[in-house]
């Protein structure tokens, strides 16, 4: 299932069901924004997010991506 | 659900891929999908021709008019395609071991040609699908599944190999730096003649296991460490190029395009002129 977080005008979306949770996304985040948890991305700390979208760049799976559904 | 993209240009029902976590491959195909919705073609005037390997399931995920064909004849039902129909933008997604092993052959001669096709070598080092067999690209000691003492041969260079052949766009890329890839794939995509495009990945499932790489996350770092851009790579000593390969684009030249010249020598048949 897909999960959008909002903090004010950002948003991220994870598609949990794409998600093998290589955690490239957690490593290449330049904010730290990322976590896995039972390997599965969550987006933890939006607030820090600078949307610069490198996690959707380089998401393997394309289960991630800045915006809503 | 997915992103504006994925619904775009992938046919979503067949996702998640089958690629292993951290296959650097998805971030290459996603790299090829960006280009093409940059330079805004129609889906319908993109044609993407793939053979055998983990690379080459990648049409399938993609909305494209797609074929799958044989074992490094990609480039063979690629010519035929193009020949067929030159308004088409062709485009090849092959492996290492597809396009410079079994296909080796097909790709020298289409360089040679300069058909215009844009071929993307997704190049992880190995053969992926078949269980991790050394491949012409493999580093030289390097280890797979048939080279367990290491690897005696002498790897390829392909985008040497592919300029000598006379390919008319050549640049080699990386999964890390996935923006700067597209760019080389949108370039050679507008490139009339033959483009080649060489997308460094990684295989974290048999290559970095065989040879101890670490995760995907280590390995994708490897990449971001070992690609130099190809001006500073000729300030580099002959040490500091150890372990090290360069990126960048390498070859950009115009020259007499096949289907092209076909179109004109068709021509002058009509006309009456021998």
Redesign the interface.
């Given at each position: 299932m897909?999960t959008t977080t909002t903090v004010g005008l950002k948003s991220h979306?994870v598609?949990d069901?794409?998600c093998?949770?290589?955690?490239?996304c957690v490593?290449?985040c330049p904010k730290n924004v990322l976590e896995l948890e039972n390997e599965i991305v969550v987006v933890k700390r939006l607030e820090d997010c600078i949307q610069c979208g490198q996690c959707?760049?380089?998401?393997?799976?394309?289960?991630i991506?800045l915006?809503g559904? | 659900?997915?992103?504006?993209?994925?619904k775009k240009y992938?046919r979503e029902d067949t996702?998640?891929?089958i690629?292993?976590?951290?296959?650097?491959?998805?971030?290459v195909t996603?790299a090829i999908v960006k280009a093409i919705d940059s330079l805004g073609l129609d889906k319908d005037d993109v044609c993407i021709v793939s053979g055998i390997g983990c690379s080459s399931r990648a049409p399938g995920y993609l909305d494209f008019n797609t074929l799958h064909t044989t074992h490094g004849r990609a480039l063979a039902f690629a010519t035929g395609v193009k020949m067929a129909n030159p308004k088409l933008n062709v485009i090849v997604v092959t492996g290492d071991g597809d396009s410079s092993a079994i296909g080796g052959n097909h790709l020298i001669h289409a360089c040679r040609r300069n058909i215009d096709i844009t071929t993307i070598v997704f190049n992880n080092n190995i053969y992926g699908m078949t269980g991790g067999q050394y491949s012409p690209t493999t580093p030289t000691g390097d280890k797979g599944t048939t080279a367990p003492y290491g690897n005696l041969d002498a790897n390829f260079d392909l985008c040497e190999l592919t300029k000598g052949a006379g390919a008319s766009y050549i640049a080699r890329g990386t999964?890390?730096a996935?923006?700067q890839l597209e760019k080389y794939i949108a370039d050679g995509i507008k490139n009339k003649g033959f483009s080649f495009i060489e997308a460094i990945t990684a295989c974290?499932t048999y290559y970095g296991r065989k040879n101890k790489k670490g995760?995907?996350?280590d390995m994708?770092?490897t990449v971001k460490e070992s690609a130099v851009m190809d001006k500073a790579w000729d300030k580099l000593t002959e040490e500091q190029k150890e372990g090290k390969f360069k990126i960048g684009k390498f070859h950009d030249v115009k020259k007499p395009e096949y289907t092209e010249q076909y179109g004109k020598l068709i021509e002058s048949f009509n006309k009456g002129e021998d």
């Open positions: 897909a979306t598609e069901k794409w093998k949770g290589c955690g490239i490593a290449f959707e760049l380089r998401c393997p799976d394309f289960a991506w915006g559904k | 659900m997915a992103s504006t993209l994925v992938f996702l998640p891929h690629w292993c976590p951290g296959c650097g491959n998805g971030i996603r999964a890390y996935a923006k974290p995760s995907a996350v994708l770092q």
